[in-house]
């Protein structure tokens, strides 16, 4: 099964996302927009993994994800990989606590459970936007966003999610677990 771990911003949040976007749904030839369903932050990418490592694979990013506290983050930003023109991938920026040390531990919990990682690169947080096939100058569109800045939410829990291939993509939550309460100070 293919799977990989994630933040899912709440609905508010992800709201003022698809209004920003809403002017260029449809407007860009050859981009492609998934479903907002499908909307969620990339913690870690494991790929294909045998059904037999799933019961290791969630005891290890349990203890993983509850070594961390929750995180405060703002959508803020938007740009392209690999770049604004020639893009193949069009996404919003994450802002705030930084989730690189949570990314590691659920990327070092995976390789322990024996799922082999597809993403050994650290990356610049984001929320995937649309896609494109070939690459496509996105400027004007990067450029007529990059004012946006989302309200503040909070990254509360992280989810264990399989992917289902094939028109259209759909995701199944398989685990989710609590980040740590926050320290008071």
Same mark, same amino acid.
Do not use: C
């Given at each position: 099964?293919?799977?990989?771990?994630? #933040? $899912? !911003?709440?609905?508010? +949040?992800?709201?003022?996302?698809?209004?920003?976007?809403? =002017?260029?749904?449809?407007? +860009?030839?050859?981009?492609?927009?998934?479903?907002?369903?499908?909307?969620?932050?990339? #913690?870690?990418?494991?790929?294909?993994? =045998?059904?037999? $490592?799933?019961?290791?694979?969630?005891?290890?990013?349990?203890?993983?994800?509850?070594?961390?506290?929750?995180?405060?983050?703002?959508?803020?930003?938007?740009?392209?990989?690999?770049?604004?023109?020639?893009?193949?991938?069009?996404? +919003?920026?994450?802002?705030?606590?930084?989730?690189?040390?949570?990314?590691?531990? $659920?990327?070092?919990?995976?390789?322990?459970?024996?799922?082999?990682?597809?993403?050994?690169?650290?990356?610049?947080?984001?929320?995937?936007?649309?896609?494109?096939?070939?690459?496509?100058? #996105?400027? =004007?569109? $990067?450029?007529?966003?990059?004012?946006?800045?989302?309200? !503040?939410?909070?990254?509360?829990? +992280?989810?264990?999610?399989?992917?289902?291939?094939?028109?259209?993509?759909?995701?199944?939550?398989?685990?989710?677990?609590?980040?740590?309460?926050?320290?008071?100070?």
């Amino acid at each position: 099964m293919r799977l990989f771990a994630a #933040l $899912v !911003p709440p609905g508010e +949040v992800l709201d003022e996302i698809e209004r920003a976007v809403a =002017p260029y749904v449809g407007q +860009v030839q050859g981009l492609r927009w998934p479903d907002r369903e499908t909307w969620h932050i990339t #913690l870690g990418f494991f790929g294909e993994v =045998p059904e037999h $490592v799933l019961p290791e694979l969630e005891v290890r990013l349990a203890r993983a994800v509850g070594r961390h506290s929750v995180m405060n983050l703002t959508f803020a930003g938007f740009g392209a990989f690999s770049s604004a023109r020639r893009a193949r991938v069009l996404w +919003v920026g994450v802002t705030g606590d930084s989730m690189t040390r949570l990314a590691d531990s $659920v990327k070092a919990g995976a390789r322990r459970a024996g799922a082999e990682q597809t993403d050994d690169k650290r990356s610049r947080p984001h929320l995937t936007l649309a896609r494109a096939r070939t690459e496509t100058d #996105l400027r =004007p569109v $990067v450029e007529s966003l990059s004012g946006f800045s989302g309200s !503040p939410w909070r990254a509360e829990q +992280v989810r264990l999610v399989r992917s289902h291939m094939g028109p259209p993509v759909r995701y199944e939550s398989l685990a989710e677990w609590a980040l740590a309460p926050a320290e008071q100070s």
